[in-house]
C-alpha cells in the first residue's frame, strides 16, 4: 500500500471503551470540548516554539503562533486550526488512536455504570481531544509537522464508532485543522456569539491569541457582509498578568489547561520572585488524587517555562517526591533555553528554587489549615498519606510537615483524623513527656486495643495510627516540638510520668503480692513468650502482649510477614492483671496441668485482643473446649 492511499485502523479497545462512556457521562458537560481542543492547540504552539528555539526554520517564515476557530451554520460544522507543532503520520496513529495515559485499564475497572459517579473520574481522567466526539458525529483532523513537505500532511478521519481512517494528503500551512461535523442537535455551538463565549469562560488565559470570525455590517467599508478574525482572549500568558488582574475563575481554568484535571483545584499560590534568583511560579493542589498516585513511575512535576517560552511538562526536579500531587508551572529567567532534564539535574538554581518552592506548598497548606479546617481536611484525605512520606524525605522540613498531620486519637469518637500534633502537645497532662501513639490495621482494631485501657481510665490522649505509612514515618519523624513518640504497645509504662506517686506505689505493692503467680504463669509459658509480668496498662482485660522497647510493634511485624520478608525475633512480654477475676482466681488452681492450660488460653486471648494471629490455633481451641467441658461436669 502506497502512503497516499486511505487506509482504516481500529481504536485500541481502551479507546472504544471510553469513548463510549465519555459521550455518555459528559453529556451534561458537552461545551468542554472547546476548552479541550484549544488546550491542545495551544500546547502545539509551545513545543513549536521550543523546537524553534534551536532549529527557527521550523517556523517556515510563520512565527505568529494563534488558534482560529471558525464556523459554518449552513455546513454545522466547527473549526479549530492552530499553526503549531502538528504531527506526523505516526503521531497521528500514536497519539488519536490510542491513550498513552497509565492507570487506563485501573481506571475502567474502576467504572461503576453510574453515569454520575463516572463522569467525576473521567474528568479526572482527562479525555482532551476526544471530547469532540460529545459533539460531533464525523471529526477530520487535517495536520502536517512542521518541518516535513507539505505532501507528507495527514487526514485523520472518525465517527467514533471503533474506526478511523488515515490518508496522506498536501497541505501548504504546518500545525493541525480540526473540523467537527457537529450532531445534528448540537448546531448551537456553529454559532458566534455561543463561540465567543465558550472561549471567554475557558480559555481566556490561553498566551497565544485565539482567533474567531466576526460579523462586519454590511454598510462597513466595501459594503460587503463580512467576516473578520479578531482575536477573542487577551493572549498574554496567565503567570506574567498582576495577581489583582486575575479573577478566581482564570485561576481555576488556567489549573485545568495545565493539569488536564477537570476538577477544581483546591487552593494555588501564585508568585514571582526577583534578586539572587528570577522566576514566577504558579503552584496548585488538586481537590482529587490522581489514580497513579501511588505508581512511582507515573508523570510528576511541573510544566516548566523560561523567559515565556515552554520547555517541558512534568519537570520533577522541582518537588520532592512527597510532593507529587502538586500541579502547576515555574517561569525561570535564570535557565537557559536549551535546558535539558540532564542539565536540570546539575544546576544549583534548581535546587535553590526546589527549596523555595517546597517551603512554599508547606505554606499554603499551613495556611489552609489554619485559615479552613474542611478544605484542608479533603486535602488531608486525599493527599494525607502522601505527605506522611516527607519527614524521611526532607529532613530539613520534618517538624513544618508534621505540623501538617492528622489523625485520630482516642479523645475523638471517630476515625476521622482531625487531630494535629499541636493539639495533642496542647492536651497533655501537666508530667506528660511523651507522645503516645498505637498503629494497627483499622480504627476499630486500634481504638478497642487492651492496650488503651490504662490510657483511657486517666484519660491521657493516644493517638492511633492505622495507615501502613504511619510505623515507617513516626520512626523517620522521632519527636515533634521535642516530644519524642512512644508506642503504647512497647517497653513497661513509664509511671513516673503518668500517675501520682501513690498509684505507682500501689502498682508496685500489686507486682511485689503477685511474684508467685508471675512466676507460675512464666514457668507455664517457657519457651512462648520472654517474660511475664504484672501489668499497669490493664484495667479490664487479664492480660496483654508487649514487645521490648527497640523492637517492632505487632502491626509492623504482620505487615512485614505479610510481604513474605523475614521479621527478627522480638522480646515478647505478658503482662497480667491481677486485678481481673481469671488472673485472680487462677492462682487458687491447684491442678498443675489445667494451670497450665489456662495460662495458654489467657495468651492466646492477649494474641487475639490484639488482632494478632494465633500462634497455635488448633491447640488454643483443643485447651478452651476441655476448660469448657470441665465447667459443664
Ligand atoms: N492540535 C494539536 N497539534 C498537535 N498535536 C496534537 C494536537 N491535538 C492533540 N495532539 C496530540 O495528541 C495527543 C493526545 O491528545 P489528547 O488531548 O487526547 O491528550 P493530552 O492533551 O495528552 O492530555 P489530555 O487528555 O489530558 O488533554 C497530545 O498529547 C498531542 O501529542
Redesign the pocket.
Known amino acids: 500500500m502506497t502512503a497516499t492511499q486511505k487506509e482504516t485502523m481500529g481504536f485500541k479497545t481502551e479507546v472504544k471503551q471510553l469513548l463510549h462512556l465519555m459521550i455518555h457521562s459528559l453529556y451534561s458537560n458537552k461545551e468542554i470540548f472547546l476548552r479541550?481542543?484549544v488546550?491542545?492547540?495551544s500546547?502545539?504552539c509551545d513545543?513549536l516554539r521550543f523546537e524553534a528555539v534551536s532549529n527557527s526554520a521550523l517556523y517556515e517564515g510563520d512565527s505568529e503562533l494563534a488558534v482560529h476557530i471558525d464556523f459554518d451554520k449552513e455546513k454545522n460544522t466547527v473549526t479549530?486550526q492552530?499553526n503549531?507543532?502538528?504531527?506526523s503520520r505516526d503521531?497521528v496513529v500514536?497519539?488519536?488512536g490510542t491513550?498513552?495515559?497509565s492507570g487506563t485499564s485501573e481506571f475502567l475497572g474502576k467504572l461503576s455504570g453510574d453515569e454520575k459517579k463516572d463522569s467525576q473520574l473521567i474528568g479526572q481522567?482527562?479525555?482532551?481531544?476526544?471530547?469532540s466526539f460529545i459533539v460531533a458525529k464525523d471529526v477530520v483532523?487535517e495536520?502536517r509537522r512542521a518541518g516535513l513537505a507539505a505532501n507528507e500532511a495527514v487526514r485523520w478521519q472518525s465517527q467514533g464508532e471503533g474506526e478511523f481512517s488515515l490518508e496522506n494528503i498536501e497541505q501548504a500551512e504546518r500545525?493541525?485543522k480540526?473540523t467537527l461535523h457537529l450532531k445534528d442537535d448540537e448546531s448551537e455551538f456553529a454559532d458566534s456569539f455561543r463561540l465567543r463565549n465558550l472561549i471567554k469562560k475557558y480559555s481566556d488565559h490561553i498566551a497565544i491569541p485565539i482567533f474567531l470570525p466576526q460579523e462586519v455590517s454590511s454598510d462597513d467599508a466595501d459594503g460587503e457582509n463580512k467576516q473578520i478574525p479578531e482575536a477573542v482572549n487577551d493572549a498574554q500568558a496567565l503567570w506574567t498578568k498582576p495577581k489583582s488582574d486575575i479573577s478566581d475563575e482564570d485561576y481555576k481554568e488556567f489549573y485545568k489547561h495545565v493539569s488536564?484535571d477537570w476538577q477544581e483545584p483546591l487552593a494555588w499560590s501564585h508568585n514571582k520572585v526577583e534578586g539572587k534568583l528570577d522566576y514566577t511560579s504558579l503552584l496548585y493542589i488538586p481537590s482529587q488524587a490522581p489514580m497513579d498516585l501511588w505508581n512511582r513511575d507515573a508523570a510528576r512535576g511541573l510544566k516548566l517555562y523560561t523567559q515565556r517560552v515552554y520547555i517541558m511538562d512534568e519537570a520533577e526536579q522541582f518537588l520532592p517526591l512527597y510532593l507529587r500531587f502538586v500541579k502547576g508551572i515555574l517561569d525561570s529567567n535564570d535557565l537557559s533555553l536549551n535546558v535539558s532534564r540532564e542539565i536540570l539535574q546539575q544546576d544549583k538554581n534548581v535546587d535553590s528554587i526546589r527549596s523555595a518552592l517546597t517551603k512554599r506548598v508547606l505554606d499554603m497548606l499551613t495556611k489552609m489549615a489554619k485559615k479552613d479546617e474542611e478544605k484542608y481536611a479533603k486535602f488531608w484525605a486525599q493527599f494525607g498519606e502522601v505527605l506522611k512520606e516527607g519527614p524521611a524525605e526532607d529532613f530539613a522540613n520534618k517538624e513544618k510537615i508534621a505540623s501538617l498531620f492528622r489523625f485520630a486519637s482516642t479523645q475523638g469518637n471517630s476515625d476521622s483524623a482531625t487531630v494535629s500534633l499541636t493539639d495533642y502537645i496542647s492536651r497533655m497532662k501537666e508530667n506528660q513527656k511523651k507522645i503516645y501513639y498505637v498503629t494497627g490495621e483499622n480504627y476499630n482494631a486500634v481504638f478497642n486495643s487492651p492496650h488503651l485501657e490504662f490510657f483511657k481510665k486517666n484519660n491521657i490522649e493516644v493517638l492511633l495510627l492505622t495507615q501502613r505509612v504511619d510505623e515507617w514515618m513516626i520512626s523517620h519523624l522521632a519527636n515533634f516540638e521535642e516530644k519524642t513518640f512512644q508506642d503504647i504497645t512497647k517497653g513497661e509504662l513509664d509511671l513516673d510520668e503518668l500517675t501520682g506517686e501513690e498509684e505507682k506505689a500501689a502498682a508496685e505493692t500489686l507486682a511485689e503480692d503477685n511474684k508467685s503467680l508471675v512466676e507460675r504463669i512464666a514457668t507455664a509459658l517457657k519457651g512462648e513468650v520472654s517474660k511475664v509480668r504484672v501489668t499497669a496498662r490493664l484495667t479490664e482485660s487479664p492480660a496483654c502482649l508487649v514487645v521490648g522497647q527497640n523492637d517492632m510493634n505487632d502491626s509492623l511485624r504482620q505487615m512485614l510477614a505479610a510481604a513474605g520478608q523475614e521479621v527478627p525475633e522480638a522480646e515478647s512480654t505478658l503482662e497480667v492483671n491481677p486485678n481481673h477475676p481469671l488472673i485472680a482466681t487462677m492462682d487458687k488452681e491447684q491442678d498443675e496441668e489445667r494451670f497450665n492450660d489456662l495460662a495458654h488460653v489467657i495468651y492466646g486471648q492477649a494474641q487475639l485482643a490484639q488482632g494478632s494471629q494465633l500462634q497455635k490455633p488448633a491447640e488454643y481451641v483443643a485447651k478452651l473446649n476441655k476448660l469448657l467441658h470441665d465447667l459443664m461436669k
Do not use: Q, R, W
Open positions: 479541550e481542543l488546550s491542545n492547540a500546547d502545539a513545543k479549530i492552530d503549531g507543532i502538528g504531527m503521531d500514536n497519539h488519536l491513550i498513552a495515559k481522567f482527562g479525555v482532551g481531544f476526544y471530547a483532523v495536520t500545525g493541525t480540526i488536564h
